[in-house]
């Protein structure tokens, strides 16, 4: 089993940034791929980005690209979200997931993941 602890979440006025942060423990590989949904109410959860941690090649959704950094940090385990120029769009929960056997072609279907974090809610807001 793996688990993974999100934070970073809050509220932030439009061209705001934040970072959030996932951290993995249990039985974690370097093989494994991590990356970010998103969810707003009444919609789909959606592809945000994602990062293989063992080549560090990144994938952004094209709503956030430009704007959203994902890094890495294999020794810690950790996941980080950089998000420059937030916009109300952005406004949603956030989830940190992690694949295991993730093939490029799931990459950005939530079915490819195979454990996720509680969320945490970022609101972007004038």
């Known amino acids: 089993q793996v688990q993974l602890v999100e934070s970073g979440g809050g509220v932030v006025h439009p061209g705001g940034s934040l970072r959030l942060s996932c951290t993995a423990s249990?039985?974690?590989?370097?093989?494994?791929?991590m990356g970010w949904f998103r969810q707003s109410p009444g919609k789909e959860r959606e592809f945000v980005a994602a990062?293989?941690?063992?080549?560090?090649?990144?994938y952004y959704a094209d709503s956030v690209k430009g704007r959203f950094t994902i890094s890495k940090d294999n020794a810690k385990n950790t996941i980080s979200l950089q998000m420059n120029g937030l916009k109300p769009e952005d406004t949603a929960v956030y989830y940190c997931?992690?694949?295991?056997?993730?093939?490029?072609?799931?990459?950005?279907?939530?079915?490819?993941?195979?454990?996720w974090g509680q969320g945490t809610q970022v609101t972007v807001s004038s």
């Open positions: 990062v293989f941690r063992s080549y560090g090649r990144a």
């Open positions: 997931a992690l694949g295991q056997r993730l093939i490029l072609s799931s990459l950005q279907r939530p079915d490819g993941y195979d454990f």
């Open positions: 249990g039985r974690t590989a370097s093989t494994d791929t």
